[in-house]
T-cell receptor, first 110, second 117 residues
Framework: DAKTTQPTSMDCAEGRAANLPCNHS???????VYWYRQIHSQGPQYIIHGLKNNETNEMASLIITEDRKSSTLILPHATLRDTAVYYC???????????FGTGTRLTIIP | GAVVSQHPSRVICKSGTSVKIECRSLDFQATTMFWYRQFPKQSLMLMATSNEGSKATYEQGVEKDKFLINHASLTLSTLTVTSAHPEDSSFYIC?????????????FGPGTRLTVL
């Protein structure tokens, strides 16, 4: 699976949109981009995934660049409960393993 | 939908004893479940992949005789830490793969914190 690069940490003001970037320049054509988050002392929570097209659900939006070498997770109106470590993971189709990197520690500031 | 539970949430045991952790998919069937371990201030590390009705596949460096995995049904996988030692103290997390659309998505349990005295 392709390697991902994320900033170590980010801050975002409460009520603002949080934009979390992820680079995956070696992604292959059949690999998906997955986002999870882990709030302290809990199991990871699935947020969203995509292949080529932008995706949106009740939690977030995922914007994937046309060349698929990077993506951005957008939390439209961040709340204090969104403080967590966010993991961007590239996973091949048919390969069920998830390889967790160090992620981005997002802190929402009141 | 897509709820995964783990039991117990916390366990403290004496060195040399065995501990069993259960992972259940509550509202879907999971042919494949995964077991991860997370040490303080570190990321999740995959220990093994558990397939219903067959032997688990262990990652390199994980002792299969120490971490016994049983996936006897489509909703239950168990991890037994045998002869636990203090260095096995960790946060153990399971996930279950739910099929949907063109790819599976893994949903995680809340984790089990194991402390070995």
């Amino acid at each position: 699976d392709a390697k991902t690069t994320q900033p170590t940490s980010m801050d975002c003001a409460e009520g603002r949109a949080a934009n979390l970037p992820c680079n995956h320049s070696t992604i292959s054509g059949n690999e998906y981009v997955y986002w999870y988050r882990q709030i302290h002392s809990q199991g990871p929570q699935y947020i969203i995934h995509g292949l080529k097209n932008n995706e949106t659900n009740e939690m977030a939006s995922l914007i994937i660049t046309e060349d698929r070498k990077s993506s951005t997770l957008i939390l439209p109106h961040a709340t204090l409960r969104d403080t967590a470590v966010y993991y961007c993971i590239v996973r091949g189709f048919g390969n069920e393993k998830l390889t967790f990197g160090t992620g981005t520690r997002l802190t929402i500031i009141p | 939908g897509a709820v995964v539970s783990q039991h117990p949430s916390r366990v403290i045991c004496k060195s040399g004893t065995s501990v069993k952790i259960e992972c259940r998919s509550l509202d879907f069937q999971a042919t494949t479940m995964f077991w991860y371990r997370q040490f303080p201030k570190q990321s999740l590390m995959l220990m093994a992949t558990s397939n219903e009705g067959s032997k688990a596949t262990y990652e390199q460096g994980v002792e299969k005789d120490k971490f016994l995995i049983n996936h006897a049904s489509l909703t239950l996988s168990t991890l037994t830490v045998t002869s636990a030692h203090p260095e096995d103290s960790s946060f153990y997390i399971c996930s279950a793969a739910r099929s949907g659309g063109s790819t599976d998505t893994q949903y995680f349990g809340p984790g089990t914190r194991l402390t070995v005295l």
